[in-house]
Structures are given as C-alpha cells and as structure tokens.
C-alpha cells in the first residue's frame, strides 16, 4: 500500500513563502518523476513543477524564478519551495508520483490527498 502524504500548506499574504513537503510511504522498489500539481476552483488540476530521479527539474512558465522543487531520495520525500507568492497561486496542491513497488511491476502513478495554499491579505 503506497500512500503519499502532503503537510505544509497555509494561508500567506502576498509576497510571502510557503514550503510543501509530500512524504511517500509504502511498499516501494523504486520511485521515477515526482511533481507537484495544482488546482484551484473551478478550473483543471495543472502541473506546477516536476523532478526526476536524476534531479532534472520542470516549471510551469507561471511559477519559474519563484517556486523550486526538491527531493530526498533517501527518505522518499519531495519538497516545494514556494516563493513570493500571489493571490493567483491559491489552490489545492496535490502530490504526485510515479513509481514502482517491485522490479518485475510496471510503473504506476499515485496522488496524494491535497493541501489547501491560500494567498490573500
């Protein structure tokens, strides 16, 4: 049973910072992209940033030079460093992995629960 648990949301002014961290947990061979997406009311769950196993990074265009994803491959964690914030950041940030239980299973894709980042003065 593989779960991935987020802690770390908040509610921020503008300009301030937040940090997300995703703990996955479980029974895990090996662990491929982690990323985090998010989805704020009334629109589609995006992908915010995402790291492989190599540590390669990605950015979506809205959050590069503010947000930096991170992770521990010795404890399974996968962090979001989340800078200068902005009302429009507000939204449920859900963790995101895809990883393997045993060498012989394929790839699967797991979700984390969701944590509420709200920006507002």
């Known amino acids: 049973q593989v779960q991935l648990v987020e802690s770390g949301g908040g509610e921020v002014q503008p300009g301030g910072s937040l940090k997300l961290s995703c703990a996955v947990s479980?029974?895990?061979?090996?662990?491929?992209?982690m990323a985090w997406y998010r989805q704020a009311p009334g629109k589609e769950r995006d992908m915010v940033a995402v790291?492989?196993?190599?540590?390669?990074?990605n950015y979506a265009d809205s959050v590069k030079g503010r947000f930096t994803i991170s992770r521990d491959n010795a404890k399974n964690m996968v962090y979001l460093q989340m800078n200068s914030l902005k009302p429009e950041d507000t939204a449920v940030y859900y963790c995101y992995t895809v990883l393997r239980v045993r060498r012989e299973f394929p790839n699967y894709a797991y979700w984390g629960q969701g944590t509420q980042v709200t920006v507002s003065s």
């Open positions: 790291i492989s196993s190599g540590g390669s990074t």
């Open positions: 479980g029974s895990i061979f090996s662990i491929n992209n």
